[in-house]
C-alpha cells in the first residue's frame, strides 16, 4: 500500500460517497441507544455527514491513518472469515475511535462499533462489514444530537 495525498482523497471520496449507507445506519443506531438509554437523540442529515467527513481528512495527520485503516478494511477478506475476524475487529474499532474524536469520544466510538457491527451486515470481503460500522459508530458519536453534549460540562473548572 502506498498512501498519498491523491490516495488521502480517493479515500475521503468514497466515505463520502457512502453517505446513502452510513446515514441510516448511524440514525438506526442513534435510536437504538436512545432507546436504550431513554433519551432521544437527534438523527442526522447527509450534509452534516459530509461536513464531518471533510473535517476529519481536513487534519492531514489524522487523514492519512484513517485512509490507511479504511483502504485496508476495504481490502480485508480471509478464508473462512474467523481467523481474520480480530483483525477487522481491532481496525474497525480503532477507527470508530480514530473518527469519533478525542477522550471521551473516542472510547465511545470504539464502544458503539461493536453495537453497530453487530447490527451491520455489508456484502463483500470480511472487512466491509467492520468498515461500514466504523463509520457509522466514529461518525455517529463525532456529530452533535446526544443531549449529554449540549452546553458545557458541568465538570469544568475555569477557576
Not at 1 to 7: E, I, Q, V
Not at 113 to 121: E, G, I, L, N, P
Amino acid at each position: 500500500m502506498r498512501l498519498t495525498p491523491g490516495a488521502v482523497r480517493d479515500e475521503r471520496d468514497w466515505v463520502q460517497q457512502r453517505a446513502a449507507t452510513i446515514v441510516p445506519l448511524i440514525n438506526r443506531v442513534r435510536a437504538d441507544l436512545g432507546e436504550q438509554f431513554a433519551v432521544h437523540v437527534e438523527p442526522i442529515t447527509e450534509p452534516e455527514y459530509h461536513e464531518a467527513v471533510t473535517a476529519v481528512f481536513a487534519d492531514g495527520d489524522l487523514a492519512v491513518n484513517v485512509a490507511a485503516i479504511i483502504a485496508i478494511l476495504r481490502d480485508l477478506d480471509c478464508e473462512g472469515d474467523y481467523p481474520g475476524f480480530v483483525v477487522d475487529e481491532l481496525l474497525g474499532r480503532e477507527l470508530a475511535g480514530m473518527l469519533a474524536g478525542n477522550q471521551p469520544l473516542h472510547l465511545l466510538g470504539q464502544a458503539t462499533f461493536h453495537y453497530a457491527d453487530v447490527h451491520t451486515h455489508t456484502a463483500g470481503v470480511a472487512g466491509a462489514d467492520d468498515l461500514d460500522a466504523a463509520l457509522a459508530a466514529g461518525f455517529q458519536t463525532r456529530l452533535p444530537g446526544w443531549p449529554w453534549t449540549d452546553g458545557e460540562s458541568p465538570f469544568s473548572v475555569t477557576d
